[in-house]
Each structure stands twice: as C-alpha cells, then as structure tokens.
C-alpha cells in the first residue's frame, strides 16, 4: 500500500463509524471534538483539556541534558528560561524581569522575577539560577551545556578541576543575579535560553547522576504546566500551573502522546488528539476536514545528512564532496515536499542574517561524483561498486524513524547513491535510540567520546534556536563529546579560529561577516550535506485556540491556547 492513501482510507473508515471516540491511551477521554465549524466563532473558555501528539517520545525531562526537540516538546511547558527569543530572534525576558550590562560589556546583572514559585511550592531565588549554571561548569557534568557557561570567569578553572566555584557568578540577593565574562561575549544572553532547575531538589545530586536520577522522569519547573506522570511509550500528563507568575494557563492539562507520524494521524483523524504533525503528502487531504485547521511553521532549520569524520571513507573531503555531487536535491524536495519545501546548499537556514548565500553548491553531477571518487583514488570492482585498498564504499545511515518527509527522503538517497556506484544500507531505529549512537556512554553511563564503529552516517535536521552560536558546539574541535555536539568529530583551524571571533565581535555586521565564513567553509568541507529546508505543518482541531507553532517549537506558547467547548 502506498503511503499516500493512508489519509484517505483513514477517512473511509472514520465516516463509517461514529465519530468522536475516546482516546484509549490518555488516561482519562475528552469530550467530543467540534464535528463542525462552530468552534472558529464561539468564545474559548476556562479549563479543560487537550491531547497533543509527537512524532517521538522525549529521552529527557531534565533540560540540562542533551536536549532534543522531543525533549523540549514537553520541558518548554514545565520549566522556566531566564530569557526567551521572541518571534525577532530578540531575547527578552522571563524569569528575568530585566538586566542592565556594563559599560566594558562584560559584567551583566539580572534581577528576577519576584514571588515566583517552584510546582512544588518553594521559592525560586537567584541560588537556583547560580545553581543551574555552575552546575555546568563541572567536570562531572558531561551532557552538553558547558559551552553556555564557559564565557564566565572562573568556569573554565571549575571544568579542568582547579576550582571549586565559578567566581564570575554571584548571588546579589533573592532577585539579583550577576555574570561577570572574561571578555566581550556577544551572544552570551542567548546562551541563558535554557531551562532553570531546582537547588533544593538537585543540590546534593552530582551532574554526573542527572541522567539517572528520578528529577529526570519527575521534573519540578516553574513554568505554566506541572508534571503529573509519564507513562513510557504512550504519553506524558501534565496540570496547568494555577499559581504561574506570568497568570494561568487557560487549560487544565495537557497530555503529550507519542507515536509515528501516521499513527499521530489516525489518532486525529478519530478525535483521540486534539493536534498532530502531518506529513506533506497529507496536507490536501486534511485541509478537506471540517474539524481541522492546518497550521504551517517556518523553522529556521535545514535537514541534512552527517557523516562521522572518524571513518576511513569519510575521512576524505572528496568523498563528501562526491556524495553531495550525487544526490538530486530539486527531486528530492519536488517530489517529496513540492510548495512545502526548498534545496539547500548552506547549514544556516536560508531566512536568518547568518546564512551566507554565496556558498560552494554541489549541484546534482554523477559525472563529477565519480570523477571525485576516482581523484581519491577509488575504482569500480567487478560487482560495479567503487573501493579503494580493497575496501567497498558500503556505508549505514542511521535513518530516525517518525518523520515521513526524513523517511522517504532516505530512500531516495539510496537510489542517488547506487547510481553512482556506492551502496548504502538504510537502517531505521527511534530517536532515542540514534541519540545513544552519537553521544555514545560507557558501561556505568557516562559520556565518552565518539568512535568510528560507533556510526557512519545519519539523517537529522537541525537550525537556529536562539543565536547561531550554537553550530560552535556541533562544528568546533573542543566540543567533540562528551564536551559538545560535534558528533561527527569535525575539526578545521579555520573554522575554529571563526566561531572563536564571532562570539567576541558585538558589531553585528562584523559578526555576520565572521559566520558566513563559517558557513562558506562547511559547505566547501560537506561534512554535513545539507539537502532541504522545509516547512512543519500540523492539524489542530477547530476547538483548540491560540496555537501559533513557529521555529520555537509547537508548544512554546501552551500557556495561551484554550478550548471553545
């Protein structure tokens, strides 16, 4: 069966049956969704409930520990930033009311949101955020925030182990907060954009143990919605916050349900899941639901494929270069995203100051594939298969299964691949289970470093969350795990004395400068290929108001949707 019918026999057999039904994995049904149009028009009211799928069950509920969007999905309605991006990629506050920065530019003082409250009902203070923050400046801590702290005095000595205390962090008082950087730091408050946790529930926890530790499944936040329960492999349960300090959210609870894309389907199709990804081959056919709006969001992300720099193929710049040249990206977005999706040549998304559009393009060439293939001193063997000294040019790529879009895309990249004479394996595995294969543990659960045997190449999206500070910690040299995200162990002088001098350039045109170099010599070096960009639609049923997904995430404003019945 094809895909593409899903939806439409999803439909046949919904009309054939009552519709309406109750949900048989949240814990408790819903009444019945709006079967009409009456809901764009009728008042929203207070309390009540709503049931939101993922395409991936979160691996972490702490969001201090290689947080993923699957995490996020639920740990933007649990916890609390100092600052948050507003839809200008401008950071403001939150539980920072506001800051003052001095006039070297180095020292920045915070002063807090006053009678804020933990879910459990103890006082936030500034102790929490000097907590939060030093906590990743130790060695023990090894799951990949370090790079928000290390521009503060004292945090590198508490990393290599020659401190106790980071001294550019001091507690005013209950509401005053100051970070003191060793130089000029220009995107240090976008550095804040995380979650803050609880001193009084973590003090005595070493970061080492976070992973492991029942907060992880149990987190105590500050933000709109509490955690209730989690039930693994079905949904996560979550009570709206009545004492939150920025007002109620307008819902009683929220349950996050997790499943493939088509399953998150069908459940909103039966009116089990008030809202859902949809993938693109779906859209014509959800648009024709009377119940269902469809919403787009413009993420500023891009999808591409990495590669691990440690393996003897990929180890060679030609190679990359080849591959990219074989794969035919336009067919790839006309006949998977068509209107929903565009070709990238750049790893910074195509709609933020940071993407340089004068980058090196590796055009669709099978010619000029194999022409690089050969200058790396591969040939052809009987079977019709390049390898060099013997060995095929055979890899795996780790393809995360959930995502249609991701998912049929693989599959044409095989056939691009094997049109050039290099075969490769797709392998699909859930999210949580890729994450253990590029930020690899040892035996008792810490975070070592990545190896070749660990993976060869996989298939992901990634974009700008806050600043484009954060491809330092996928691209630079020292932030290879467990110090960071360079999983695949990528490592160029150029690019690391880069991304060093745009953090300290606060002259935004100079910086900008700065990143399209970085963007410039990534394309050149294709250790990530980028392939596309891609708007992210999802189906919200009519009684649900005031979602506004954008490149935050789906549910970065919770706080503010309501149900009309």
Request: proline share 6%.
């Amino acid at each position: 069966m094809k895909k593409g019918s899903f939806l439409a026999l999803m439909l046949a057999a919904v009309l054939a049956i009552t519709t309406g039904c109750a949900s048989t994995a949240s814990p408790e049904p819903q009444a019945p969704a709006n079967s009409g149009n009456a809901g764009e028009t009728a008042l929203p009211k207070e309390g009540g409930s709503l049931t939101i799928a993922s395409e991936s069950e979160p691996g972490n509920l702490n969001p201090h520990i290689w947080p993923t969007s699957s995490d996020t999905f639920v740990t933007h309605m649990i916890f609390d930033s100092l600052v948050i991006p507003d839809k200008e990629l401008k950071m403001v506050g939150s539980l920072a009311e506001k800051w003052d920065v001095s006039k070297d530019g180095k020292t920045y003082t915070f002063h807090l949101q006053k009678n804020v409250k933990w879910h459990d009902g103890t006082p936030f203070t500034a102790k929490d955020v000097a907590f939060t923050f030093a906590s990743l400046a130790k060695p023990e801590y090894d799951a990949g925030g370090y790079w928000r702290v290390s521009p503060v005095v004292g945090a590198e000595e508490v990393h290599e182990g020659k401190a106790q205390e980071v001294s550019g962090i001091k507690v005013i008082d209950d509401n005053t907060i100051e970070f003191t950087t060793t130089d000029k730091f220009a995107p240090f408050i976008s550095g804040l954009f995380i979650g803050i946790v609880p001193e009084h529930l973590l003090k005595d926890v070493s970061p080492k143990e976070w992973a492991k530790h029942a907060f992880n499944r149990n987190p105590v936040g500050t933000g709109p919605f509490k955690f209730v329960k989690w039930e693994t492999g079905q949904y996560i349960e979550l009570a709206a916050n009545k004492d939150y300090f920025k007002g109620a959210p307008k819902l009683d609870k929220i349950v996050a349900r997790f499943g493939d894309t088509n399953t998150m389907l069908a459940a909103f199709i039966n009116k089990e899941v008030d809202l859902a990804p949809v993938p693109i081959a779906e859209i014509p056919s959800v648009q024709s639901l009377d119940y269902a709006d469809l919403k787009l969001s413009n993420d500023l992300s891009m999808y591409y494929i990495g590669f691990n720099a440690l393996n003897e193929h990929f180890q060679d710049k030609k190679v990359r270069q080849a591959l990219a040249h074989a794969v035919d990206k336009q067919s790839i977005v006309g006949s998977i995203l068509g209107e929903y999706g565009k070709v990238s040549f750049g790893v910074f998304p195509s709609n933020h100051w940071s993407h340089n559009p004068d980058v090196p393009q590796y055009t669709y060439d099978p010619a000029k594939a194999e022409a690089l293939l050969q200058e790396a001193g591969y040939a052809k063997n009987g079977k019709g298969i390049y390898e060099k000294n013997g060995k095929e040019l055979v890899f795996t790529l780790e393809v995360p299964t959930g995502k249609t879009e991701r998912e049929k895309t693989a599959a044409l990249l095989k056939q691009n691949f094997e049109k050039i004479g290099v075969k490769m394996e797709l392998r699909a595995l859930d999210f949580p289970t890729l994450v253990t294969k590029l930020l690899p543990k040892n035996a008792d659960g810490t975070q070592r470093k990545v190896t070749a045997n660990d993976y060869q190449a996989y298939i992901l999206g990634f974009g700008v969350e806050a600043d484009p500070d954060e491809y330092r910690s996928y691209f630079g040299s020292k932030y290879m795990p467990p110090n960071g995200y360079n999983f695949v162990s990528y490592a160029d002088p150029q690019v690391d004395q880069l991304l060093e001098q745009q953090v300290a350039e606060v002259d935004l045109e100079k910086r900008k400068n700065l990143i399209w170099e970085v963007g410039k010599k990534l394309a050149e070096d294709e250790i990530w290929i980028p392939l596309y960009e891609q708007q992210a639609p999802y189906v919200a049923n009519k009684r649900l108001g005031g979602f506004d997904p954008d490149f935050r995430g789906p549910t970065f404003n919770a706080k503010d949707w309501s149900v009309n019945q």
